[in-house]
């Protein structure tokens, strides 16, 4: 369900475990985020695209969340607001301790824009992992899919943390695929925030070790 909305880093809510999703405008971000988490219209699907100017949290289960992110690369968006999306992205990708991934939409009539490029140029240095939903593939015939996925993975091929798939919210093309490697990344970014705790607490103990003590 619709959790919040945020405009700056300083909003951002507490979480276990989050996932982006990103994408230029009218890659078919939103229809992928309704797919996938089997909610019509979650994201708010609009008709205009890059309607969506902020950073909407969408909450799974308890403190853990779809992050739907705005979409860029819209050319009727002002210079000064896009200039500030590309900030706040930039920022909450590079410094959001709890993102477990990224979760790329591209056309896939038209993979790998600049914009796309920079996206990745973000995200990557953290190390975190970046999975790519090559999205309208329906549009494509069967060897236009294959070609289009193979030089995507050759041209992306440096990036360890990157992986490439065909998707379609039209045929549901690779939805099962796409909606089980999310839920892993949740599970581990949950188990990943449990184990920091622990260790945390560990270490106030140890800090500590007369504390209760009769110093007599």
């Known amino acids: ?54 950073i909407n949290f969408f909450e799974l289960d308890a403190d853990t969340y779809l992050v739907d992110l705005p979409g ?42 600049p914009l796309d490029r920079q996206m990745l140029d973000w995200f990557t240095p953290t190390g975190k992992p970046v999975h790519i939903l090559l999205s309208k593939a329906d549009k494509l015939s069967n060897s236009e899919k294959a070609l289009t996925l193979r030089r995507v993975k050759q041209e992306l091929a440096a990036l360890d943390s990157v992986t490439v798939q065909l998707f379609s919210s039209l045929s549901r093309l690779g939805a099962e695929d796409a909606a089980a490697l999310i839920e892993g990344w949740l599970t581990q970014g949950q188990q990943q925030v449990a184990q920091t705790s622990g260790q945390q607490a560990d270490g106030a103990q140890e800090k500590s070790p007369d504390q209760g003590r009769d110093r007599g």
């Open 1 to 54: 369900q619709f959790h919040t909305s945020v405009a700056q880093l300083r909003d951002l809510p507490y979480s276990r475990a989050e996932i982006a999703f990103a994408g230029r405008s009218n890659a078919g971000k939103s229809s992928a985020i309704n797919l996938l988490t089997r909610k019509n219209r979650l994201a708010f699907t609009s008709k205009t695209p890059g309607r969506t100017q902020l």
């Open 72 to 113: 860029y690369g819209y050319a009727k968006v002002p210079p000064a607001v896009k200039a500030k999306w590309e900030s706040l992205l930039s920022r909450y990708l590079q410094e959001r301790e709890a993102l477990a991934g990224m979760v790329l939409i591209m056309d896939a009539r038209h993979p790998l824009t």
